[in-house]
C-alpha cells in the first residue's frame, strides 16, 4: 500500500483545503509515492517516545492530529525536541502526517465528537466557515443538569483532574457551546449561541470575564478536549485496515498530556 491511499482516505473526510492559513497539516515527512513500511500509529502529538514506539511496533508511519513542525526549520542538528524527532524519523524511514485545523473544522469531526461525548444533540456548528465546515458546535444536554453535575459529567467524560471555570452564574446547565483545542476567539459566537455553557481550552485570565454574567465559561484542557482524534483517526482508517490484511492499524500506548497539575 502506497503512502497516499493513506492520505487520500483521511483527506476525503477532512479535506486540507479545510486547513487555516497558519497551519501545517499534511504529509510532513515522507513521500506520498512511497510504499508503506509495516503499520500506521495514531496519536496526538510526535513526540520522541511515539517514534520509539512507532520503532518497536514496525510501524512506517505516524499520523497525528498535531503537525510536529508548525514553525520553519532553520536546522536540523538536535537540538531541540521538534528536530530530534524529524531527524529520528527521517532516519528510520518513518512517514509523519498532520491531520489538524482541517479535522477541526470539517462537519463530524472534533467539535462534533466530544459533543457527542458530552450527550449533546441537535448539534449545529458554532462559528460557520461554509455549508459542511466551521469551528466549534453548539447543541442541548437530553435535560438540563445542575452546574456542578455538569463540571462533574466534563471530568469524567474528559479525564480532567481540574476545571478552569468563570464565575457560575447558571444555576443549571442546558444548551452547551464547545470547541476543541484553543477556543477563546469564538467566545463572541458562544455568547450568540445563547449558551448556557461552553467549553474550551487554552484560556486566558481576561477570557474568564468576557460571558459578563450570561453563561459560564468552561477550560477542560488541551489534551483533554482533542484526544479524541486518534478514535476519529482510526475509524476512518478503519476500512483501509479491513480491505487490506497487511495493513496494521494501532492506537498509541503513550499518549501523554504534557500539562501536569499539582493536586
Known sequence: ???????????????????????????????SDDELKGGVLLAVDVTEEIIQEAIDTGCGMIITHHPIIFHPLKRLN????????????????????????????????MSWRL?????????????????????GVVGTLASPMDTADFFALLKDRLSCSVIRHSQVVKSKIERVALCTGAGASLIGAAADAACDAYVTADLKYNDFYLPDGEFVICDVGHFESEFCAVDILFEILSNLSKKNSNFALHK????????????
Not at 95 to 107: E, F, G, I, Q
Open 115 to 135: 459533543g457527542g461525548m458530552l450527550g449533546l444533540e441537535n448539534m449545529q456548528i458554532l462559528e460557520q466557515i461554509s455549508e459542511n465546515s466551521g469551528f
Open 252 to 263: 498509541s500506548a503513550c499518549l501523554k498530556n504534557p500539562v501536569h497539575y499539582y493536586l
Open 78 to 109: 538536535s537540538a531541540s525536541v521538534v528536530e530530534r524527532c524529524v531527524e529520528s524519523a527521517i532516519k528510520h524511514d518513518i512517514a509523519l502526517y498532520a491531520c489538524h485545523t482541517n479535522l477541526d473544522s470539517v462537519k463530524n469531526g
Open 1 to 31: 500500500m502506497k503512502i497516499r491511499e493513506i492520505t487520500e482516505c483521511i483527506e476525503a473526510f477532512a479535506p486540507l483545503a479545510l486547513q487555516e492559513s497558519y497551519d501545517n497539516a499534511g504529509l510532513i515527512v515522507g513521500r
